[in-house]
C-alpha cells in the first residue's frame, strides 16, 4: 500500500485490535527483543506507536520510532510525544547513525518485489552497528489462504489460489465488533528468498522463532481456542544478527 493510502485508513488502523494482536503479536515480540534496557532501538514500521509505546517502557537509552505514513506518526506522538517519531521510508533509509537494535512489526511482508525486500534489508543492516540485531515479526512462511475469518482477521490469496507463491499479493481483511474494520495488501515471501536477502545484506545469523501464545491467552479462551491458529500460523519471528 502507498503512503496516501495508509494516511487514509489512520484511524481504522489504530483502533485494531483482536486477540492474535494481544496475545500472540505482543508475546512474540518481547520474545524476539531480548533486553532493551540501556539499548539505542529504531522501531521500523512503528505505525501509531503501539510497539514503540512497549519498547519505551523497557528504559532504552535511545528509542525512535519510523514509519513513512505521516498520520499514524501524528498518532503516534499523540499517544506519547517523549518518544522521537520520524515521517521516514525504509526504501529511503539514511539517518546517518547506527542503533543497538532494530525491531519491525510487520514490515518486510510490504516488499512488493524482491528488489524492494533486498533494499529494505540492506537499509537495515547499514543502521546496525557491529554487535546489532534486527528482530521482526513477519506474515509466516507457512501460511495458508483462509477461507474464513479466524480470530477476526482473515489472510486469502488475491489472485484466488489455493496456496501462496513467492511473491504473491495477500489480502489480510480485520473485523472488529462483527464489521470489516480495514483491508490492506501484503506481499507473502518464503524462507529462503528472506534469508537470501538478509544474507546478501550482511547478516551472519538468522533465528526463526515460532509465534508464541500468551498463558494469558491460553488461560482466558482455553486451548481449543487456538487449535486454527496452531494448524495455520500466520506470523512468525525472525532474530538477525550482524
Known sequence: MSKEQYDKIADEYSRMRNSTKEYVLIPTFKKIIGKVQNKSVLDLACGEGFFTRILAEMNPSELIGLDF?????????DHNSN????VEDVLTLNLN??????????????????DELAIM???????????????????????????DFEYERKFSSVAGKKLF??????RMEIMQDGEKLLEVINYYWTKETYEDCLK?????KIQWVKAIISEEGTNLYGTEFWDKFQKNHSTIGIVCEK
Open 200 to 204: 546478501k545484506a550482511g547478516f551472519k
Open 97 to 114: 547513525k547506527q542503533f543497538d537494535l532494530i525491531t519491525a512489526v510487520y514490515l518486510l511482508n510490504y516488499a512488493k518485489t524482491k
Open 121 to 147: 534489508c540492506q537499509n537495515i543492516y547499514t543502521h546496525l552497528n557491529e554487535t546489532g540485531n534486527f528482530s521482526t515479526i513477519t506474515t509466516s512462511p507457512s501460511l495458508k489462504p483462509m477461507k
Open 69 to 77: 505514513s505521516k498520520e499514524l506518526i501524528k498518532k503516534a506522538k
Open 83 to 86: 518518544i522521537t517519531y520520524l
Open 165 to 170: 507463491e513467492d511473491g504473491d499479493e495477500v
